[in-house]
């Protein structure tokens, strides 16, 4: 009511015309107003009634701020886990982070530049998720992880070329040294990285399992003798020091093998002059990694002490090759850039690998206990696609340096990939998974 008053006052005085009976009217008003103050300021309300309002607000503010500081920190859900599998090669300028002068690890059937190969546009292209980022790989970020922690790569001569990629990133960080080697043609080795007590091991164990080699026949056997049920302890029992493992195999269960199990043969593959049941390698494949897994998990749950290390196992995915012709003859794998989205899908044998790993990290990840995380590093699409990626005839130097090969025999690889080149966004993907 003063309010209005007021208002109706400033309105009539800027007028400057007020008739004798409103005047008389605006007077009540004020001395209505002032009657209704002077009561406010002298008889107040009861303070009980106030103060019990009052009383009742500063409880529940005080309550809430209580609940927040004594209630546990709530984690914050991060984002969904990036599908790197689906992607696309788009050109990037940028150089490598390192190459064959200033990488000594490489191994060197796959030091493509400095065996001559005249082309470099497989150096750069980037691998771009479609629904995500993938950074670009930082080996600050992976040997802050790895500091006083060991790192592991197990599997074939795939396990290998990634690891040696892996070795070649983080070079240009940090310089490592050769600790240990063992095994034909060195293919065991560990290295360390002073700086940060950071250790990265590979083992050689094409099959996971217990094998005895084609080469390790006498008589020359051209058939590999597999051991289902025997671990290969050779890496297995180092499993208590890893804090992560890598492991990649594959290509060699394409090779003609005989398979024991329980102390007998239960089949082969590709022994047609023997008489055993012949199998296809898909379901040994299979039982292999799912067994292997399982055997991972087993030993983490029976860890003692310090040996019962929290870890991270990663199962690369199968890496196809890419021959279009005679592994010995020129022009095998003769592409010089990538192939775009749908030009090049999956063949049968290599969706069926693909699947079989994915599907056994996801049973493995199920019956995992605390401490111990399986991811696989699903390359095998976007490896599909890079068919300029492997060293073909620069497994060697100067391949042409008598001229052209013409019909003539030449050895191709377009198996294993250039270094630098494609198996440096394999380790791009395994560092974003070991972090997330």
């Given amino acids: ?3 209005s008053f007021l208002q109706k006052y400033q309105l009539q005085n800027h007028q400057l015309l007020l008739p004798k009976k409103q005047c008389v009217t605006y007077a009540l008003y004020a001395l209505i107003a002032l009657a209704f103050l002077h009561y406010l300021l002298f008889y107040p309300a009861p303070a009980s009634g106030k103060s019990v309002v009052v009383a009742q607000a500063q409880e529940q503010v005080a309550g809430v701020a209580s609940a927040r500081v004594d209630a546990p920190e709530q984690e914050v859900p991060g984002p969904p886990p990036c599908d790197y599998s689906d992607g696309e090669w788009v050109p990037d300028a940028r ?3 390192y190459n064959g002068t200033s990488c000594g690890t490489i191994k060197d059937g796959q030091n493509c530049m400095a065996h001559g190969r005249p082309d470099t546009g497989y150096l750069y292209w980037r691998w771009r998720p479609r629904q995500c980022n993938l950074p670009v790989f930082s080996p600050e970020a992976l040997l802050r992880w790895l500091r006083n922690k060991h790192l592991a790569f197990v599997g074939d001569s795939l396990a290998r070329n990634q690891a040696e990629s892996l070795l070649c990133l983080l070079a240009s960080r940090s310089s490592p040294e050769l600790v240990y080697r063992d095994g034909e043609g060195n293919a065991s080795r560990r290295f360390v990285f002073r700086e940060f007590n950071a250790t990265v091991s590979v083992f050689w164990s094409p099959f996971l399992v217990k094998v005895v080699e084609k080469s390790e026949h006498a008589g020359g056997s051209r058939h590999n003798n597999v051991f289902l049920d025997a671990f290969d302890e050779r890496w297995m029992s180092k ?11 594959g290509h060699w269960f394409l090779i003609p093998g005989v398979y024991h199990d329980a102390g007998k043969v239960v089949a082969c593959h590709g022994c047609e002059e023997l008489n055993y049941t012949e199998t296809d390698f898909f379901g040994v494949f299979k039982d292999v990694i799912h067994r292997t897994l399982a055997e991972v998990t087993r030993r983490q749950q029976h860890g003692h002490g ?7 196992v ?3 995915t199968f890496s196809p090759a890419h021959f279009e012709g005679g592994w010995d003859k020129a022009g095998a794998c003769p592409k010089k850039r990538p192939y775009r989205n749908g030009e090049k899908g999956l063949g049968y044998t290599e969706s ?3 699947k079989t790993v994915v599907e056994a990290v996801r049973a493995a990840g199920e019956a995992a206990g605390s401490g111990l995380r399986f991811v696989a590093l699903d390359v095998t699409n976007l490896a599909n696609l890079r068919p300029d990626g492997h060293p073909r005839p ?3 130097k100067d391949p042409f340096a008598g001229g052209e090969a013409g019909e003539r025999r030449m050895q191709n690889d377009c198996v294993h990939w250039c270094m630098p080149g494609p198996v440096d966004t394999f380790n791009e993907i395994l560092l974003q998974t070991i972090l997330r």
């Fill in 95 to 97: 150089p490598p982070l």
């Fill in 1 to 3: 009511m003063a309010t």
């Fill in 394 to 396: 620069y497994m060697t």
């Fill in 314 to 316: 990663a199962v690369t």
């Fill in 239 to 249: 499993l208590g020091d890893l804090d992560a493992v890598v492991l990649s195999v």
């Fill in 306 to 312: 310090e040996k019962k290390k929290e870890k991270v």
């Fill in 352 to 354: 069926e690998m693909r």
